[in-house]
C-alpha cells in the first residue's frame, strides 16, 4: 500500500505528457515530463533523496522502479532557488535559436546548436537519446544537438565512445562526485586516439584501466573471447572518427555502462525483472593486474602468481630488487644486458594482453608477422611486435618503443607478444634448445634424456635460487619500517570489552578459535575472534595479512575492524552480527519457519555475490576454504555476510595450490581437497553448493561419508532428481509461500556445483548469473559421491567429525585442539 501511494504521488506530481516532443512554441516545466514513444524513457526533472532542495534536468528509464537518471543537462548547476524552471526554446529573429533551461529568464543551461535552424523541435527518443532538429527536415537522423553527445556517467546502447578526428570532438563518460553530486568526479572513461586507439579509465590524469585495443575479434583487455550474454562490443575507426560502442544481444533487455566514482569501477549492468534490481555482468578494474601498470615497466603481471603476480620479463631485471622483493612492483624492470641490434632475437609471449599503445606504432594494412619483425628488427629502438588484427592468420602490425608498460597474462583470452631480447638469452632459452634437439633429430629415448637432465637442472636451479630469495625478502621485510593503515587495538581494551573472554560472552567456537562478543567503551558492539595460538607465522606476515583482508570490503562480508597483536595473543576484532549464524535458523525447528522462500533466496544470492567478490572483484582472489552455514552470519535485517573469509590465507603461508594442510569442515570439502589437499575456487563452488541444498531443505549434510543409513544430502538431492521429483526436496516449511520455479532453478544450480568433476562446476559468476537470469541451465552430471570408497583410517584426521559434538567443527592443523 505505502508502494502504491508513494507511486501515485510521485505521478500526481507530474503532468505526464503523451508526447515526446516540445516544439517552438512550447515549454516544459518542473511539473512536466516527456516520455519517449514506446515509454522507455522519461525526461524531466528530478530530485536526489539526498538533497532534495536541488533539482535536476534529466533522463530516466520510464518503467523501471528504481529511480535510474541516465542522463542530466545542468549537472553543474542544479536548480535551487524556489522559482519554478523552465525548459524552452527561445526563438529569435534570425533564427539564430538555442535551447535554454532557465529560471525566470537568468539561464542555468543552454546549448546552441551545430548550425541555424528555421523551425526547431526537441525530442525524446526510445533509445533514451534527446535530440533537436529541424521540424520539416526530411531526414530525420539530421540531428543540430544530440545528448548521446554529451555522455554523464552513463553508456546507453547506441551512444559513441570516442573521437571525431576531423573536429577534435571527444565523447568520455564522466563519473558523478558521488551518489548525493552529480557533478564532474575525477574518475574517466575515454578513447585514446593517437596511435593504436585504446579506451583508458583514468583518476585525475592518471591511467587506472586499459581496457586494451581492438584487435579484430575483441578489446585486448578483456579477459575472455567467450562472448558476453548480454553486451556486443563493437568498434569503429576510419579517417574521420574512432569509437566504441555497444548493443544489445537481446534488444528488450535493459542495460547500460555507468562509472561509479565510490568504488572506482565501471559497471556493466542489466536490469532483472524478476528480482527488480541491477544484475552486475561486469566490474572493471577486476583484479590486481587489471590496475594499469601493477607491474611497472616491462613487468608481467600474473594473477594466478599472486600475491608474487609479478615478473620482469625475459633480460629484464627488477629495477629495486628491494621493493620487488617486499611486493612493491611499480618500479618495473630493467634490461639486464645491453641489446645488440641486428643480432638481437624476440621471445613469444602467448595469451598475452598487449602493451599500453601510447608508445606503439602501428599499421593497419596488410602486413604478415615476418614482415612484422622484419620492421621491428631493422629499427634498433623496437621493443616489441605483434599482430595488431589476430583474425585468421593475423593481419597488421603493431610496434612497440621504449618500456613496455601495462602488461598482463589473460589465461582465456589474450595472444601473442614478442619481446626483444639480446641473442645471449636466446641461447639460454630451454624451449629453443629443445626446438633444435628436436629438428637435429636422434632418437627419443636420447631426446627423453636429455629432456630429463634439462628439465633436474632447471628444477633444481630454480629451487635453489627461490631459497635465497626467500631468505633476502625475509631479511628485508625484517627491517621495513610499519606503514599499514590497520587499525590496531589494545589488548586492555578488548580484554575489558569481553570481560576477560567471559565465558558469557563466548558466541561461538568458529574454526580458527572462538568469538566473543564485545562492547567497547563507547558502546559499539564488537566480535572478537581469538586466534589458536598454533600458527607458526611471524608478527609482521601476520600484520600484512590483515591489512590486506581488511580491505576486502563487501555489503555481503563481514567488515574485519581491526586487529591486536600482543603477548602471545592474536585477535580479530569484527563488526557484531546481531542475528548470528545462518544454521541456528535453517536447522531449529522454531526459527526455520521464520525463513520463507524470499528470505532463503536473498540469502543464497547475497552468500553468491560475496563469494564473487573474494573470487574475482577484490583486489586479491580469496579462496575461502570454509564455508558452511555456521559462517554464515546474518545483519539485523538479515542480509548474509560471509564471514571467516582469507583466514586460510592468514595462517597458512603455502600459497601453492596443493596443500598438505587441509583446513575445512568435512560435509563441505569438495572431494579433491578433502582427499588430496588440491584446492581451487571450484572447491569453493563446490561448499557453495552444499550450503544452497542445506539453505532448501534445511537439511544438515551430515558429513561425506560412514554414514548409517548410507546417504548424505547430496545423494538424496541427486535420487530425487533423477527421479524427477525435486520438488520434494523443498523444506516442508516453506514449500506453500515458496516461488517454485526460482527453487527449482536453485536446486538444479546446487547439483551443478557438486559435480564430481571441479572442471564441470560453473564458476561463481556464472553461478551469480543462473541466479539472476532466466537462462537455460545446463543439467548437472553426477555428483561427487564418495561414501564409503575411503575409510576412516586412511584419513584420520576426518575421524573427528562422526563424533557429533565436533560435528561442525573446522579442520585445522593450526590450532593447538
Ligand atoms: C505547472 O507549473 C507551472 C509553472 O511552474 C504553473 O504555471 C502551472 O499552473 C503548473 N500546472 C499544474 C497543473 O500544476
Ligand atoms: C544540498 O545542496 C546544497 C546546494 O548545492 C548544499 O549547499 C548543501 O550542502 C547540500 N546538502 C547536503 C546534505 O549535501
Ligand atoms: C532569447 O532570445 C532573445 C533574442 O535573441 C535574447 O534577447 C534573450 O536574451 C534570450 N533569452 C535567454 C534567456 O537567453
Ligand atoms: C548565433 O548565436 C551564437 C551564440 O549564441 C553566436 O556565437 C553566433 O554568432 C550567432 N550567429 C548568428 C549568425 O547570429
Ligand atoms: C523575475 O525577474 C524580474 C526582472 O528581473 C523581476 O522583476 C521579478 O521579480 C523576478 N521574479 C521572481 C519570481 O523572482
Ligand atoms: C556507486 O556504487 C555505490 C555502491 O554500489 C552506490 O551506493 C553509489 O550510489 C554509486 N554511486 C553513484 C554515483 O552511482
Ligand atoms: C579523486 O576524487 C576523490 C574524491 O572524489 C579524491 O579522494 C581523490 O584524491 C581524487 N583523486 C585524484 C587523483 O584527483
Ligand atoms: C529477450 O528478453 C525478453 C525479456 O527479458 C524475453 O522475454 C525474451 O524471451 C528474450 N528473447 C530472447 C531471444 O532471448
Ligand atoms: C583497419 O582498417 C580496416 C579498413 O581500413 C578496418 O576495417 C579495420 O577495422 C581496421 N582495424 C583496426 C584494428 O583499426
Ligand atoms: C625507429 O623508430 C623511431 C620511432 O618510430 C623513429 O623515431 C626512429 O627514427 C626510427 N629509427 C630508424 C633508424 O628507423
Known amino acids: 500500500m505505502a ?31 516527456l516520455v519517449s514513444k514506446n515509454e522507455n524513457f522519461q525526461l524531466g526533472f528530478f530530485t536526489l533523496p539526498q538533497n532534495s532542495s536541488n533539482r535536476y534536468l534529466g533522463i530516466w528509464y520510464n518503467k523501471i522502479p528504481v529511480q535510474t537518471v541516465v542522463w542530466l543537462a545542468n549537472r553543474e548547476k542544479p536548480v535551487t532557488k524556489e522559482i519554478p524552471a523552465v525548459l524552452m526554446i527561445n526563438k529569435t529573429q534570425n533564427n539564430n535559436d538555442t535551447l535554454i533551461l532557465h529560471q525566470n529568464y537568468s539561464v542555468l543551461w543552454s546549448i546552441t546548436p ?46 559513441k565512445l570516442g573521437k571525431d578526428l576531423r573536429t577534435e570532438f571527444d565523447r568520455r563518460v564522466t563519473a558523478w562526485k558521488n551518489e548525493y553530486d552529480p557533478s564532474i568526479g575525477n574518475l574517466s572513461w575515454g578513447m585514446d586516439v593517437t596511435n593504436w586507439p585504446q579506451q ?62 565510490s568504488s572506482y569501477k565501471l559497471l556493466h549492468l542489466a536490469w532483472d525483472e524478476a528480482a527488480r534490481e541491477w544484475n552486475v555482468y561486469g566490474l572493471l578494474p577486476r583484479d590486481f593486474c587489471d590496475d594499469y601498470g601493477a607491474c611497472g615497466p616491462n613487468g608481467n603481471c600474473d594473477v594466478s602468481k599472486l600475491p608474487y603476480a609479478c615478473d620482469c620479463l625475459r633480460g629484464f631485471r627488477p629495477k629495486s630488487s628491494r621493493d620487488w622483493k617486499a611486493m612493491n612492483y611499480q618500479g618495473g624492470c630493467l634490461r639486464d644486458k ?40 631493422r629499427n634498433c629502438s623496437c621493443m616489441a611486435y605483434t599482430n595488431s588484427d589476430i583474425r585468421g592468420e593475423g593481419n597488421g602490425c603493431a610496434l612497440w618503443f621504449g618500456d613496455l608498460n ?37 632418437t627419443i629415448t636420447i631426446l627423453s634424456g636429455l629432456l630429463l637432465v634439462l628439465y633436474f637442472i632447471f628444477i633444481r636451479g630454480r629451487s635453489a635460487t627461490m631459497k635465497k630469495c626467500a631468505s633476502v625478502a625475509d631479511h628485508l621485510k625484517e627491517e621495513q619500517e610499519e606503514d599499514l593503515e590497520l587499525p590496531l587495538f589494545d589488548l586492555s581494551s578488548i580484554v575489558s570489552a569481553t570481560d576477560n573472554f567471559s565465558i558469557n560472552n563466548k558466541l561461538g567456537e568458529g574454526g580458527f578459535g572462538p568469538v566473543y562478543k564485545g562492547t567497547l567503551e563507547n558502546g559499539e558492539e564488537i566480535a572478537v575472534k581469538r586466534l589458536s595460538r598454533g600458527s607458526k607465522q611471524g ?58 522462500w524470499s528470505k532463503r533466496f536473498h540469502i543464497i544470492c547475497g552468500i553468491a555475490k560475496g563469494l564473487l567478490y573474494l573470487h574475482q572483484d577484490s583486489r586479491l582472489i580469496i579462496i575461502h576454504r570454509d564455508l558452511k552455514t555456521s559462517n554464515i552470519l546474518l545483519d539485523s535485517e538479515m ?59 534445511g537439511k544438515k549434510n551430515k558429513g561425506n561419508h560412514r554414514q548409517k543409513d548410507g546417504t548424505n544430502l547430496i ?43 571441479p572442471h564441470d562446476r560453473p564458476t561463481i559468476s556464472f553461478v551469480v548469473m543462473m541466479l539472476g537470469s532466466e537462462i537455460q541451465l545446463p543439467l548437472p552430471k553426477e555428483p561427487a559421491l564418495f561414501v564409503g570408497k575411503y575409510s576412516c583410517q586412511e584419513y584420520s584426521s576426518s575421524c573427528i567429525n562422526d563424533a557429533p559434538s565436533v560435528n561442525e567443527l573446522s579442520i585445522s592443523d593450526l590450532e593447538a585442539r
Not at 621471445?347 to 604478415?368: A, F, H, R
Not at 631480447?421 to 641461447?427: F, G
Open 639 to 697: 542480509n548474509p555476510k560471509i564471514s571467516d573469509f582469507g583466514l586460510a590465507r592468514i595462517l597458512e603461508v603455502d600459497q601453492t595450490s596443493k596443500t598438505s594442510r587441509v583446513v575445512g569442515t568435512y560435509g563441505y570439502m569438495a572431494p579433491e581437497y578433502a582427499l588430496d589437499g588440491n584446492f581451487s575456487v571450484k572447491s569453493d563452488v563446490y561448499s557453495f553448493g552444499i550450503l544452497l541444498l542445506e539453505i532448501i531443505t
Open 715 to 757: 545423494e538424496y538431492a541427486w535420487n530425487f532428481w533423477t527421479e524427477g521429483r525435486p520438488l520434494e526436496l523443498i523444506d516442508e516449511y516453506m514449500i506453500d509461500y515458496c516461488n517454485i520455479s526460482e527453487a527449482l532453478r536453485c536446486i538444479q544450480i546446487g547439483l551443478l556445483c557438486v559435480q564430481q568433476n
Open 114 to 159: 551545430s548550425r541555424r535552424a528555421r523551425n526547431m523541435v526537441l525530442q525524446l527518443l526510445d533509445s533514451g537519446n534527446l535530440v533537436l532538429r529541424e521540424k520539416n527536415d526530411e531526414n530525420e537522423e539530421n540531428y543540430l544537438w544530440q545528448s548521446f553527445d554529451y555522455p554523464c556517467d552513463t553508456l546507453l546502447p547506441g551512444m
Open 539 to 596: 608478527v609482521k606476515e601476520f600484520k600484512t595479512e590483515v591489512a590486506l583482508i581488511a580491505k576486502l570490503q563487501h555489503r555481503n562480508l563481514v567488515k574485519l575492524y581491526g586487529s591486536c597483536i600482543q603477548d602471545q595473543e592474536k585477535l580479530l576484532i569484527y563488526e557484531y552480527m546481531p542475528n548470528k549464524s545462518l544454521d541456528l535458523f535453517i536447522f531449529d525447528q522454531t526459527q526455520r519457519m521464520l525463513m520463507d
Open 200 to 261: 583508458m579509465q583514468r583518476v585525475g590524469s592518471m591511467k587506472q584501466y586499459n581496457r586494451g585495443s581492438w584487435n579484430g575479434i575483441d578489446y585486448t583487455g578483456r579477459p575472455t573471447i567467450r562472448p558476453s550474454p548480454v553486451f556486443e562490443f563493437k568498434y569503429f575507426a576510419d579517417d574521420e572518427q574512432v569509437y566504441f560502442m555497444f548493443s544489445l544481444v537481446n534488444s528488450s533487455v535493459k542495460a547500460r555502462m555507468v562509472l561509479n566514482q
Open 3 to 33: 508502494l502504491i501511494s508513494f507511486y501515485l504521488l510521485f505521478f500526481l506530481s507530474k503532468i505526464v505528457s503523451a508526447t515526446d516532443t516540445i516544439t517552438q512554441s512550447q515549454s516544459l516545466t518542473e511539473n512536466q515530463t
Open 406 to 442: 601495462d602488461l598482463r597474462v589473460q589465461p582465456n583470452a589474450g595472444q601473442d607478444l614478442y619481446v626483444r631480447v639480446p641473442a645471449s638469452e636466446l641461447d639460454t632459452n630451454n624451449g629453443d634448445r629443445m626446438k633444435i634437439g628436436f629438428a637435429v633429430g636422434g
Open 338 to 377: 645491453p641489446l645488440n641490434c641486428e643480432s638481437d632475437g624476440f621471445i613469444k609471449y602467448g595469451k598475452m594482453k598487449v602493451p599500453d599503445t601510447e608508445n606503439c606504432w602501428y599499421l593497419n594494412q596488410s602486413k604478415n608477422l615476418e614482415e612484422c619483425r622484419d620492421t621491428c628488427l
